[in-house]
C-alpha cells in the first residue's frame, strides 16, 4: 500500500473521531470512555506447532446527545518459526440522538488481511444513516441501523481496486441472562451490487472476578462473491479473557 493511499484512508477514518471531539466539548454532555479489552492465546505442540494470538479493544464514551466508539482487532497465527495468518481491524462510530430512540451514525472501519484470506489486500468502508433502539429494558436492548455508503478494496493477486457504493444494515442485541453473565449478537450487511457481505459475531461472556470476565464467542463473514480460489464463508472461534474499565 502506498504512503498516499494510507494517508487517505487514515484521513477518511479520522473524519467520524474528529466530529465527536468537536461535537463533544461541552462538559456537561460529557462522560468517561468505558470499553473492554480482550485477549486470547492458543498454543498447540506435538505433531503441529501452532500458535494463535487475538486481542481486541473496545472503547464507548456514552452521553445524552453522542455515543461514540473504537473499535481494534488484531489477529496471528504462527506454524513453527513462521507467521501463517495476520488480520487487523479499526473502526470508529459516532451515533447524534436527536430523540430517546432514534439516532443517526456515521461509521468508519478499515480491514487489513495479510495472508489473503479474503483475496483483499484491504478493505475500506464508510457510511451514514439511521438507526433506531427498538427494545431498552433493564435485560435486553436492540438497535438497528441502515443507511447507504461506499466500499473501497484493494484486490491482492492483481493490485487492482473496487470501488462501489453499499447499503449497509446493521443489528447490535444484548440480553443480560444474570447479573454476570451476558449474551452479545452483532449483525452487519453491506450490500453492494458487485458484492454483498455479511459478517454476525455471536458472543457470550461471563464474570470471573471483579472487572474480570470470560468470553467465548463465534464469528461468521460470508461474501456472496468471493474472488477466485477463496471459499465464500470464514469462521472463527475465540475464547478469551475480557478485563472491563
Do not use: C
Not at 457510511?127 to 435485560?139: D, F, P, Q
Amino acid at each position: 500500500m502506498s504512503i498516499k493511499n494510507r494517508s487517505l484512508i487514515v484521513a477518511a477514518m479520522m473524519v467520524p473521531l474528529s466530529v465527536t471531539l468537536i461535537s463533544t466539548v461541552s462538559a456537561e454532555d460529557s462522560t468517561a470512555w468505558k470499553g473492554d479489552t480482550e485477549l486470547g492465546f492458543v498454543l498447540t505442540d506435538g505433531n503441529t506447532e501452532t500458535r494463535t494470538v487475538n486481542g481486541k479493544l473496545d472503547l464507548t464514551d456514552d452521553s445524552t446527545k453522542w455515543r461514540n466508539n473504537i473499535h481494534v482487532e488484531a489477529l496471528n497465527t504462527s506454524e513453527a518459526e513462521s507467521t501463517s495468518a495476520e488480520k487487523y481491524l479499526a473502526s470508529l462510530k459516532t451515533d447524534y440522538k436527536f430523540s430517546g430512540s432514534d439516532f443517526v451514525f456515521t461509521t468508519t472501519s478499515y480491514e487489513d488481511d495479510r495472508f489473503n484470506a479474503s483475496g483483499y489486500d484491504y478493505q475500506v468502508t464508510m457510511a451514514a444513516g439511521y438507526g433506531r433502539t427498538v427494545i431498552k429494558s433493564e435485560l435486553h436492548t436492540l438497535d438497528l441501523e441502515v443507511g447507504p455508503g461506499y466500499r473501497y478494496s484493494k484486490i491482492k493477486a492483481t493490485g487492482n481496486n473496487e470501488e462501489e457504493g453499499i447499503i449497509r444494515t446493521a443489528g447490535k442485541y444484548r440480553w443480560k441472562m444474570s447479573k454476570t453473565s451476558e449474551f452479545q449478537q452483532d449483525l452487519n450487511i453491506d450490500l453492494g451490487e458487485e458484492e454483498t457481505i455479511s459478517k454476525s459475531v455471536t458472543a457470550v461472556k461471563a464474570q470471573i472476578v471483579g472487572e474480570l470476565a470470560m468470553k467465548v464467542s463465534l464469528a461468521f463473514r460470508h461474501t456472496d462473491e468471493p474472488l477466485d480460489g477463496n471459499d465464500s464463508t470464514d469462521t472463527e472461534t475465540a475464547l478469551t479473557l475480557v478485563y472491563s474499565f
